[in-house]
């Protein structure tokens, strides 16, 4: 199994940076196929924010251009530069890892960004 450590959160006005990071660890071998980042705001449905795998990345159209997603392999971490951020990026940002294999999906406890002046 494995486990998901989450940080970077916190609040910021708008226009403000955050970088997320997620690390992931087992004391089992494991390999990972893709990390990613999902968010859920108040009221609202879970969606994409960026995810990122051996073929590249692909990212939620409201964050396109602002946010970027990058990878440590060796680490087992992927991180998540938020740039220009927006009081409508509020939301519970949550880590996802599928693994290789069977495609195991881990989500991570989740990391609250507030965008606030």
């Known amino acids: 199994q494995v486990q998901l450590v989450e940080s970077g959160g916190g609040p910021v006005q708008p226009g403000g940076s955050l970088n997320l990071s997620c690390a992931a660890s087992?004391?089992?071998?494991?390999?990972?196929?893709?990390m990613g980042w999902y968010r859920q705001a108040p009221g609202k449905q879970r969606e994409l924010v960026a995810t990122?795998?051996?073929?590249?990345?692909k990212y939620g159209d409201s964050v396109r251009g602002r946010f970027t997603i990058s990878r440590d392999n060796a680490k087992n971490t992927a991180y998540l530069q938020m740039n220009n951020l927006k009081p409508e990026d509020t939301a519970v940002y949550y880590c996802?890892?599928?693994?290789?294999?069977?495609?195991?999906?881990?989500w991570g406890q989740g990391t609250q960004v507030t965008v606030s002046s």
């Open positions: 990122i795998d051996y073929y590249g990345s």
């Open positions: 996802r890892v599928v693994l290789g294999g069977m495609g195991e999906v881990t």
């Open positions: 087992s004391g089992t071998f494991f390999v990972i196929n893709s």
